[in-house]
């Protein structure tokens, strides 16, 4: 029989879950890597893409992350193991969770980086250094900050900090109300900055770029790219999904909550999208332009439009705290892994994470600048060196494996009857539905995509 609560705590409602999954979910995934990544693969061939990723393969794994973590109600680790042995299965069903922490440890150290950048832009943003800026300074005052390590370390630290505080509180104290304000308040001010992209000028033929499919300009590298952006942006793979359903009171639905938290993830990603590529085409930048791509197109912007100060500001700070939520969730299976088999108190724990995870930090730091390579991927040349790798492996590689793994798990390895009580369908065709997706659509589709990507297909 589960265990009906976590060590750890619970969610108070159904509705603390879909906040707190939603603030993992939604992050720099979003609003900063969603629009680089499609600028680089060609826009709407890619959006479809990862639009089809998303309700085939991430909606159902989804689901079956949740359950499994309600019913073990452990760190991943854990949890995978017990419902292994409850399933009459071998112990080494664990390595997923393992798999999922170690993926934890190398996303957070170049995440918290990233996250240092909006840091260091809210207050750029507030000193009013964006004012009638053009695409040219925009592009030299992004390439200062990258070029400045010791300013990014700064920046990466204080973020750092910040996550090992919520995270050594535990997850609830304060999560839920922030995410209930602030995720709101994001979504209204992109809807400005869609409002200010309306004005460009060249609002259609960002529309354009992002939803006109050019199925010719599709290489291997953007499906599968697409793919582990479908894993990365709604927390996949790793098990934070899978945590946090461990605190998941049992009434709560979980298809349901499934489908809001992906709804709400894919329109946040759109709305930026289609913030952005409207000013990108109107300043004469590059949807190609990288990782610097929000940095340098929002900023133009704020500095032209009426209000720009405050907006700017809130913006940033906004994009801070949605990184932030995320962040917490990237580490949670760590720390409750420490807690749960070491006896470490939770504070503790927080503390030697973060320190490993902020040492980590340092290489992605260095290699935007004294450590920089370039290498190619799947026919792309890629110049930011460690960044680039890390991010590979993570979200192209390790997330949708862990993601297979738990697919296979949920959909082969654990009993029909484990699955409905635990999803509490009944037989229902919504319960068929699910099974069939978990057992044979989304596995072959992960399996497919990474043929695809190596040349098999
Ligand atoms: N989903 C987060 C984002 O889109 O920014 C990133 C992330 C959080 C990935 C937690 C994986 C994870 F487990």
Not at 88 to 106: E, K, P, S, T, Y
Not at 147 to 152: F, H, I, T
Not at 263 to 292: C, K, Q, R, S, Y
Not at 342 to 364: D, F, M, N, P, S
């Amino acid at each position: 029989m589960a265990v009906t609560t976590s060590v750890h705590g619970m969610w108070t409602t159904r509705l603390a879950f879909i906040l707190a999954a939603t603030g993992s979910a939604v992050g720099l995934g979003n609003i900063w890597k969603f629009p680089y990544i499609a600028g680089e693969n060609g826009g709407g061939a890619f959006v479809l893409v990862y639009i089809l990723c998303v309700s085939m393969i991430g909606i159902p794994i989804m689901m079956a992350e949740i359950l499994v973590g309600r019913r073990g109600r452990q760190s991943p680790i854990n949890t995978m193991r017990t419902l292994a042995y409850e399933e009459g299965r071998h112990g080494f069903w664990q390595l997923v969770g393992w798999g999922g922490v170690i993926a934890g440890f190398l996303i957070i150290s170049y995440y918290s980086v990233i996250a240092g950048w909006a840091i260091a832009y809210t207050f750029r943003a507030l000193g009013g250094t964006f004012t009638s800026l053009t695409g040219e300074t925009a592009t030299d005052l992004f390439n200062a900050l990258l070029g400045d390590p010791e300013r990014l370390l700064a920046w990466h630290t204080i973020f750092m900090v910040m996550t090992i505080i919520v995270i050594s509180r535990g997850v609830r104290s304060g999560l839920e109300q922030a995410v209930r304000v602030l995720m709101p308040l994001l979504f209204v001010l992109l809807l400005v900055l869609v409002g200010y992209a309306l004005t460009s000028g060249r609002f259609m033929d960002g529309i354009e770029f992002l939803f006109v499919p050019d199925f010719g300009a599709l290489s291997a590298g953007a499906v599968i790219t697409a793919m582990g952006h479908a894993f990365f942006t709604l927390s996949l793979g790793m098990g934070a999904i899978m945590m946090y359903g461990s605190y998941l009171p049992a009434s709560a639905s979980i298809a349901r909550s499934s489908l809001i938290i992906a709804l709400m993830d894919t329109m946040v990603a759109l709305l930026a999208g289609m913030a952005i590529f409207p000013i990108v085409f109107a300043n004469g930048l590059e949807p190609e332009a990288g990782p610097g791509l929000v940095f340098l197109t929002l900023p133009i912007a704020f500095g032209n439009m009426p209000g720009g100060l405050l907006f700017g500001t809130l913006f940033f700070v906004l994009l801070v705290f949605a990184a932030w939520t995320s962040a917490i969730s990237l580490i949670e299976p760590a720390v409750a892994w420490l807690v749960e088999n070491q006896g470490i108190e939770r504070v503790r724990a927080a503390v030697y994470v973060g320190i490993v995870a902020w040492l980590l930090g340092i290489v992605t730091i260095m290699s935007f600048s004294d450590w920089a390579f370039t290498f190619d991927f799947a026919g792309e040349a890629k110049t930011g060196g460690v960044f680039d790798l890390l991010d590979i492996l993570t979200a192209n590689f390790m997330l949708p494996l862990g993601g297979l793994a738990m697919a296979l798990f949920a959909g082969w390895f654990m009993s029909r009857e484990s699955t409905r009580d635990e999803l509490a369908m009944g037989q229902g065709l919504t319960y068929r539905l699910w099974r069939v997706m978990i057992r044979y659509i989304a596995p072959l589709a992960v399996v497919l995509v990474f043929f695809n990507a190596i040349g098999l297909m």
